[in-house]
């Protein structure tokens, strides 16, 4: 199995062996050690590390936290805080940068492993729920069914291009605003606003249909009559966490239906 591969960036020469000949003891490779901010970033590019370890204080124009700002930003690697300093002001300028760990110098051998193996831990599961997160975009884009998926609370959370389509709404001015505001639905000969459909999925668990005759009134005012599923989405705790729909432009289907009647 190949082994772990960190960098060090810390600029007291002695400490930074230590920390290194430590690293190298538990079994990890050390790719390099940096003493600025700056020998730092050109460090990760050339040598693509698993994880930082980033003393705060540093020589130079960037300090360890502006150094990992920009490592998480650009490289998206994990950073590891070595700091003899735990002051409050500084905490919370560390907290912006995203950190999987912070350590409190004098540290030992055993403070050390084991932060550096949660980061490695949390990383990779940041890594895959980001990847599951993509492929469930991309599905969602190829999909050739409008979809949305709100919170419990009706608040939209995704939206497809099918469902911008029919809807009239771009992605980026639907995200966060109530359902009703995006999917505006009323019953055919009443013109009254169906039940809601996120408290019926969740009422429900699923349904199929609002009432018997449904219209979708675009954003622009344009009238079309849809079918519409509804599902609770839950998490693996059985917990309500959302509801999806997916709705159907049925005008084709309902011209045939008519013709069909009239023959």
């Known amino acids: 199995m190949a082994r772990n591969q960190i960098m060090v960036v810390e600029d007291e020469i002695i400490v930074a062996e230590h920390i290194r000949r430590s690293l190298q ?23 693509n590390p698993d ?16 150094t990992a700002k920009l490592i998480r930003s650009r490289f998206n690697i994990p950073v590891v805080f070595l700091t003899a300093f735990s002051d409050d002001k500084i905490l919370e300028r560390a907290k912006i940068t995203e950190p999987f760990g912070y350590i409190i110098k004098p540290f030992n051998d055993t403070d050390l492993r084991i932060n550096i193996e949660i980061a490695l831990y949390k990383h990779k599961m940041e890594r895959e729920l980001k990847d599951s997160e993509q492929w469930l975009t991309a599905t969602l884009k190829c999909l050739g069914e409008a979809v949305i998926t709100t919170d419990t609370k009706g608040k939209i959370k995704t939206i497809n291009p099918f469902a911008e389509v029919l809807t009239g709404w771009k992605r980026e001015k639907a995200l966060g605003k109530p359902l009703a505001t995006v999917f505006n639905v009323i019953s055919e000969g009443t013109d009254k606003h169906v039940k809601d459909p996120v408290k ?39 917990n309500i966490i959302g509801v999806a729909l997916i709705f159907y432009d049925i005008i084709e289907r309902n011209r045939i239906y008519e013709m069909r009647k009239s023959c």
């Open 200 to 238: 019926k999925a969740i009422q429900e668990g699923s349904f199929y249909g609002l009432a018997d005759r449904t219209f979708l009134i675009a954003k622009e005012g344009a009238k079309m009559p849809v079918d519409i599923i509804g599902s609770a989405i839950k998490d693996d705790r059985d």
């Open 25 to 47: 003891n538990m079994g990890y490779s050390v790719t390099s050690v940096a003493s600025s901010g700056a020998e730092a970033i050109k460090d990760v590019e050339d040598n």
């Open 51 to 66: 994880m930082v370890l980033m003393d705060i204080v540093l020589d130079g124009e960037m300090d360890g936290i502006e």
